[in-house]
């Protein structure tokens, strides 16, 4: 009886694992997607506005479906799932913005490729989820192909100031991702993306406070809202959500072997609709990411 039990939860167990994995980059295809929406947008938009106004885009969709399904969060544990929303987009985009304000951006593509690094150290003595070989061979080959899609390269002119900045803000983007973990094992992914939805906009309005924008006027020009709303939406909504379930079945450190697969999805879609094209590094580089995916796909098969 105990092997046929065995025989039955095991299917189940993969499948939801697969369906965490899935989750994962159903999330990463929602940001390439808002990313590919901000690209054209941030050229006629202040940044510190659009993220602000992307966010409440978001909001208004979140805590109503939230509502209408019986999964507000908490008010005993809402201050603590509201946790990922202070790093992530809080400070996540303070430090960014701050450091990118003085430092090269390519400079900033290639700290942020070590984000995936950064979740699996702080993944082992917080979450207790001890990084396996082929876990870290994932990040490797996916930081690697980071590197190359985003033609990164280490600038000697960047400034001390800028770049301490930037690795605050990657810190806070691993914290989010851990915290996330610790969190959706016991919390609805909705819930999760309601209480972050508020916790980010209060860090946000806060931000507009002490660095106001020059000028609202573009803003509130009719055309670009609606592009505003959706990538909101995909971007802080839908990929939040996607993320949050995906972790419930995901360890953190398996979960960020996956984020470079952004780059790729991002790759792609400017190559089809912005007409960007890829050169031989960037194609290597894509190469490694989808290549890190099937390192990470394989061992969830040979773990079940």
């Not at 940001?31 to 885009?57: D, E, G, I, R």
């Not at 960047?158 to 803000?169: D, R, S, T």
């Not at 406070?209 to 839908?238: D, N, T, Y």
Request: glycine share 8%.
């Amino acid at each position: 009886m105990d092997q046929l039990l065995t025989k039955i939860r095991t299917p189940l167990h993969v499948s939801r694992l697969h369906l965490g994995y899935a989750g994962i980059i159903g999330a990463c295809l929602c940001v390439s997607v808002a990313t590919l929406l901000t690209k054209h947008l941030v050229q006629n938009v202040p940044p510190q506005a659009l993220v602000f106004l992307q966010l409440l885009a978001s909001a208004t969709v979140i805590w109503p479906a939230a509502a209408l399904t019986g999964r507000l969060p908490p008010r005993r544990t809402a201050l603590r799932l509201a946790l990922p929303g202070f790093l992530q987009p809080g400070l996540v985009y303070l430090f960014a913005f701050a450091g990118l304000a003085i430092t090269p951006a390519n400079v900033e593509s290639l700290l942020f490729a070590f984000e995936s690094v950064l979740v699996v150290l702080l993944a082992w003595p917080l979450l207790r989820e001890r990084p396996k070989a082929s876990t870290l061979l994932s990040v490797a080959l996916g930081t690697l192909g980071v590197i190359l899609i985003t033609g990164a390269a280490p600038d000697r002119t960047a400034p001390v100031v800028g770049v301490v900045l930037i690795l605050l803000g990657v810190l806070a983007a691993a914290l989010d991702t851990v915290a996330s973990r610790a969190l959706a094992i016991n919390a609805h992914p909705l819930a999760m993306a309601a209480a972050s939805h508020t916790a980010g906009l209060v860090i946000i309005a806060v931000a507009l406070m002490i660095w106001p924008v020059q000028s609202w006027e573009l803003v509130w020009r009719a055309a670009p809202l609606p592009a505003i709303a959706v990538s909101g939406i995909l971007l802080h909504g839908v990929a939040t959500i996607l993320f949050n379930y995906g972790l419930s079945h995901v360890e953190a450190g398996p979960a960020a072997a996956l984020f470079p697969a952004v780059s790729v999805f991002t790759g792609i879609g400017a190559y089809i609709f912005l007409g960007e094209r890829l050169n031989s590094p960037q194609l290597a580089g894509a190469a490694l990411v989808i290549g890190a995916a099937f390192v990470m796909a394989r061992q969830s098969e040979a773990k079940h």
